[in-house]
């Protein structure tokens, strides 16, 4: 069952910008901890950043620090991530996830969290 659904994916050049959107169609996301991820053809999933529900603290994977942000839109139920400076690296399918448990969140790949959505690709190419 897909509780979270991801948007805003799709393609864009080296150095642009896209910004994926994350939204809870049947509970209230602020209350916990979202993750994106994102699994490239041929690779692992990866940890991209996560926003905690209990300070609103952010971490970012070493590779989009400095490019990407993420954040929380109280009003409209969804965690954005800004990606700005995208790089052909950056070519994946990307996931949200939430849990209450912020480690099933802020760490490993995701998999453990009660909240998922099916994915948006974002490709970046010339």
């Not at 150095?15 to 692992?44: D, I, M, N």
């Amino acid at each position: 069952q897909v509780q979270l659904v991801e948007s805003g994916g799709g393609l864009a050049q080296p150095g642009g910008s896209l910004r994926l959107s994350c939204k809870a169609l049947t509970f209230t996301l602020h209350y916990v901890a979202v993750g994106w991820f994102r699994q490239a053809p041929g690779k692992e999933r990866e940890a991209v950043s996560c926003i905690r529900s209990s300070d609103g603290s952010t971490d970012y994977a070493d590779s989009v620090k400095g490019r990407f942000t993420i954040s929380r839109d109280v009003a409209q139920n969804t965690v954005y991530l800004q990606m700005n400076n995208l790089k052909t690296e950056d070519t994946a399918v990307y996931y949200c996830v939430g849990d209450l448990n912020s480690d099933y969140v802020c760490g490993g790949d995701g998999t453990g969290a009660d909240y998922r959505g099916k994915g948006t690709l974002v490709t970046v190419s010339s």
